[in-house]
T-cell receptor, first 114, second 114 residues
């Protein structure tokens, strides 16, 4: 029962480097999300994909891009990493058309930008 | 836009004591409300949710929460805290449209003294 799988779990980058965080879910969920978690800030939505083929900006999209590769996979890309992007990133998924439904989270990816 | 306030950043309780974590929300319509728990180094797990009906909802691990529309609150309670309840707790409010997004509070860190 994998649920939501994120890779990598840890990454250290230098300012200006690029990287992609990968996320895959095996629950046949339509909606997928990327959040970042910072101390004292809670979780803030970066981007989301309500269904395959669509993506939309969340609260803090600047500096990020996303790709909904297929129904299972939703990747987050940092084109030119900045120290302000040091954070823990969580991917989550949710069944379609269920505002009341549970968000299932991955275990997080801890990113440090030097 | 919806918002969530968790006024307590840290709370310390003795094992066996009762617990109440506060959550206030702002949303124009009937909200969908959630409580999540995050253990160190882990993703978030759903404790309980409210979307309609009985305003007192029961969740996992002996937690309950009460929706009070007049106070715009959704406080989490537990009659007797166990040491294993030490974690960070997040309240979240869901929108009725726009991709099923959840907006999270900043979290309350619970410490349990033995």
């Amino acid at each position: 029962n994998a649920g939501v799988t994120q890779t990598p779990k840890f990454q250290v980058l230098k300012t200006g480097q690029s990287m992609t965080l990968q996320c895959a879910q095996d629950m046949n969920h339509n909606s997928m999300y990327w959040y970042r978690q910072d101390p004292g800030m809670g979780l803030r939505l970066i981007y989301y994909s309500a269904s395959e083929g669509t993506t939309d900006k969340g609260e803090v999209p600047n500096g990020y891009n996303v790709s909904r590769l297929n129904k299972r996979e939703f990747s987050l890309r940092l084109e030119s990493a900045a120290p302000s992007q040091t954070s823990v990133y969580f991917c989550a998924s949710r069944a379609a058309g269920t505002n009341t439904g549970e968000l299932f989270f991955g275990e997080g990816s801890r990113l440090t930008v030097l | 836009a919806q918002s969530v306030t968790q006024p307590d950043i840290h709370i310390t309780v003795s094992e066996g004591a009762s617990l109440e974590l506060r959550c206030n929300y702002s949303y124009g319509a009937t909200p969908y409300l959630f409580w999540y728990v995050q253990s160190p180094g882990q993703g978030l797990q759903l404790l309980l949710k409210y979307f309609s009906g009985d305003t007192l909802v029961q969740g996992i691990k002996g937690f309950e929460a009460e929706f009070k529309r007049s106070q715009s609150s959704f406080n989490l309670r537990k009659p007797s805290v166990h040491w294993s309840d030490a974690a960070e707790y997040f309240c979240a409010v869901g929108a009725t449209g726009g991709g099923n997004k959840l907006t999270f509070g900043t979290g309350t860190q619970l410490k349990v003294e033995l």
